[in-house]
């Protein structure tokens, strides 16, 4: 099997986040990762991209960590793949498969549209949405809002809920896992780490190598993808 972390930040582009895109590629290397998926916070959320700058600059400095992540796992055999946290309404979506240009092009998607009109567009031109850790409850999140019918997948395992160190709980998951069955979602696990010092092991397994987040979603709608669950229950 193969291991991925599919939830990660870098200090690049997320304001909580407090390693590099190149740091957490090491660190995840060490732990033997196969490969990662940087997907920092957008303009929406945790940023550190300021809001007055040109707009193709702004996807510039949010693209950073994860470029200095690739170039760092191209040098020490990781995979590194892009992908976006999108936040609305309390509710964060990863979005995978989209580049940069497809960002620098979509300025009234991003940041005008109305959220379903953005998951439509993005599914419908080859990117794939997973809805992050739905049932999480936080002073940021002011209710709960959940897309069952403009998504791929649920995060079911989030590594981040279930650990005392960040106030979580593993019921959050446990109600994630119960909505997707409730809908036929297929659920993915990831660890949301912030820092090389949070990482416990989260993510997934999959049976064959992930050459680009095309192979991920084909495994997680075949039902190959295991999710990494270590979560303490304390
Ligand atoms: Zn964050
Ligand atoms: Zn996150």
């Not at 897309?147 to 989030?158: G, I, L, Q, S, T």
């Not at 279930?162 to 036929?184: C, H, I, Q, T």
């Amino acid at each position: 099997m193969y291991k991925y972390e599919t939830h990660l930040h870098t200090s690049e582009s997320s304001a909580c986040a407090s390693s590099t895109g190149a740091e957490m590629a090491r660190a995840h290397k060490e732990r033997g990762y196969d490969g990662i998926f940087v997907t920092d916070h957008f303009f929406n959320s945790s940023t550190t991209v300021p809001q007055d700058l040109p707009w193709e600059q702004r996807i510039d400095l949010y693209c950073k960590g994860y470029e200095n992540a690739r170039e760092e796992g191209a040098k020490i055999g990781l995979a590194v793949f892009f992908g976006v946290e999108w936040t609305i309404n309390g509710a964060d979506l990863l979005i995978y498969n989209k580049d940069k240009q497809w960002l620098k092009d979509n300025e009234y998607l991003l940041m005008n549209a109305r959220e379903t009109e953005l998951f439509d567009e993005v599914r419908k031109t080859g990117g794939f949405i997973v809805q992050a850790h739905p049932f999480r409850e936080a002073d940021y999140i002011p209710h709960i809002s959940l897309y069952p019918h403009h998504v791929d997948a649920v995060e079911a395992v989030n590594l981040r809920n279930s650990k005392p160190l960040f106030g979580g709980s593993a019921v959050w998951n446990d109600r994630a896992r119960a909505y997707a069955e409730s809908y036929g979602l297929p659920q993915t696990g990831g660890s949301d780490v912030h820092s090389v010092g949070e990482i416990a092991g989260g993510g997934v397994l999959t049976p064959e190598p992930i050459r680009s987040p095309e192979d991920y979603l084909r495994m997680i709608l075949n039902g190959s993808v295991k999710l990494l669950n270590n979560e303490r229950r304390t």
